[in-house]
């Protein structure tokens, strides 16, 4: 085999993977739905809100976990360092014997034989037989003392205190996941933002490298003609002057582009020096297709979240104040418990394990308190009307947003015709100024001032297509349906 017949089998190799090159190619762009995708996942604050999310969760379990009868076991252990005496000295004890006549027990006392009366010293009678209790019978030894309880109890009423807390965990989960949804909605408009905004300075920059061609171009003609004699110097230095200027420009349009990417980077949780090909960089824009803004604002208040957020703020603060009022109200509960202790005091002191159970109730009533838990349940109605007032006024607030998006909306896609229009008469304007030129029936200043409108109207009208679509952006988040593409 000769080396043509190898190179020819070598470019008919290529031609055949040329088409699935250019899809891998292709497939490398990325598009604004897999940046708002990346964004998602690697978001701080997203995240923070889904721990916030899983914490709301198990403040819920905790608030139901209440009608259920809680069960606590205690146990405690206490050394003393001297043991429990109930006498100081020996006692003794005056006795008694049963008298017949009186049918009844009369005390033993040493009678005056002279008078037949009880012998009476210091006012005291003396007794005639006396029982002997030592002070060793009462000195118990409580060095080591064990006490233990097992203790059930069951709420029966505690004045709606803990279904109000039940119903204020569940607002408040629903509500951390509401304050999830309009991150989500930050996220994705921010996202967005940076990357239109590279899609517009990458269109700019190959604008701005067209423009310099152009004025290139120019340059090179107005030396060619001061060669020959036909144009002057200052003809050549207001060209130069305008060649600079467009490098100037396009220098500062490759710097704004790289620090678009950076930050496009930063927003979709990637290292800044990460960057990517956009996939309306590589391809031509989609055509934009205007839309009806015409919306309902009953279903617009139900869409957004800021709204949906608000609303269960006033449900959290109205359950608040439910456990404020709570609190004014009587409390029943059951209560059983077992308990142990050593020594126990059940047998006569003796140092071993001995306990019993009980079985009660226990009822609060709150009484006087100064007027501190009506005070409480006052601030807490007056922080639940604050709400109020303050999603009256967000409602308000959003009628004015939603139709001044209506209003920008409509308003970018009139400039988008007129730049479109102003675009094609720059392009015409253009091509008559360079031949005019050419022909020597124009001058250099002329073809300048065709190619400045030329720029003018190629970035009017870039601004505009990437506008329409910030606008229309801007009218899903406000409208509520962002999160419904």
């Known amino acids: 085999m000769t080396s043509m017949d190898m190179i020819i089998r070598k470019l008919i190799v290529v031609l055949l993977l040329l088409p699935s090159l250019c899809a891998v190619a292709q497939s490398d762009a990325v598009t604004l739905d897999s940046c708002r995708a990346m964004a998602l996942r690697g978001n701080k604050v997203l995240r923070q809100h889904d721990v916030k999310i899983e914490a709301a969760g198990w403040q819920r379990r905790e608030a139901a976990a209440a009608y259920k009868p809680s069960v606590d076991l205690e146990a405690m252990y206490l050394y003393n360092s001297r043991q429990l005496s109930l006498v100081d000295k020996d006692q003794l004890l005056p006795t008694k014997s049963f008298n017949l006549e009186k049918q009844g027990y009369d005390f033993n006392l040493v009678v005056n034989p002279m008078t037949g009366e009880p012998l009476v010293v210091d006012g005291q009678p003396i007794p005639s037989t006396v029982a002997l209790l030592p002070k060793s019978a009462l000195t118990y030894n409580v060095h080591n003392v064990f006490a233990g309880a097992l203790t059930i109890t069951q709420p029966i009423y505690m004045g709606g205190k803990i279904k109000a807390m039940n119903e204020l965990t569940r607002y408040a989960e629903q509500l951390a996941i509401s304050m999830r949804n309009s991150a989500v909605e930050e996220v994705i408009c921010n996202v967005d933002a940076a990357y239109w905004q590279v899609v517009s300075l990458k269109a700019k920059q190959e604008l701005a490298q067209s423009y310099v061609k152009l004025v290139e171009s120019l340059d090179k003609d107005v030396q060619a003609m ?155 109605q007056a922080e639940a009307l604050v709400k109020q007032l303050e999603l009256d006024d967000v409602k308000d607030k959003i009628q004015l947003q939603v139709s001044q998006a209506q209003f920008r909306y409509q308003e970018a ?73």
């Not at 015409?294 to 139900?302: A, L, W, Y």
Request: one cysteine or more; a neutral charge; hydrophobic letters at 45%.
């Open 226 to 380: 001061v060669d020959e004699g036909v144009a002057t110097h200052a003809a050549k230095l207001t060209v130069d002057v305008k060649l600079n200027e467009a490098n100037i420009d396009l220098t500062k349009v490759n710097n704004g582009l790289v620090l678009s990417r950076m930050l496009l980077s930063q927003v979709c949780g990637l290292p800044v020096d990460r960057t990517f090909t956009l996939a309306d960089e590589v391809n031509d824009l989609a055509p934009i297709a205007p839309r009806d803004v015409q919306v309902d604002i009953n279903q617009v208040m139900s869409r957004r979240n800021d709204v949906h957020s608000l609303e269960l703020a006033t449900k959290i603060y109205d359950e608040k104040a439910k456990v404020a009022l709570s609190e004014m109200r009587p409390t029943v509960a059951a209560v059983a418990a077992a308990h142990l202790t050593n020594p126990n005091t059940y047998n006569g002191f003796k140092n071993r394990f001995g306990g019993m159970l009980s079985i009660g109730a226990m009822v609060k009533v709150p009484l006087w308190h100064w007027g501190g838990l009506t005070s409480k349940y006052r601030a807490a």
């Open 413 to 485: 896609l009139k400039t988008y015709d007129m730049t479109r229009s102003n675009l094609a008469k720059a392009n015409e304007n253009l091509r008559i100024a360079q031949l005019a030129f050419k022909e020597g029936l124009s001058t250099t200043d002329d073809v300048l001032t065709a190619q400045t409108a030329w720029l003018k109207a190629n970035s009017e009208n870039i601004d505009a297509e990437i506008d329409i679509r910030l606008c229309d952006n801007y009218l899903r988040k406000v409208t509520g349906t962002l999160l419904m593409n």
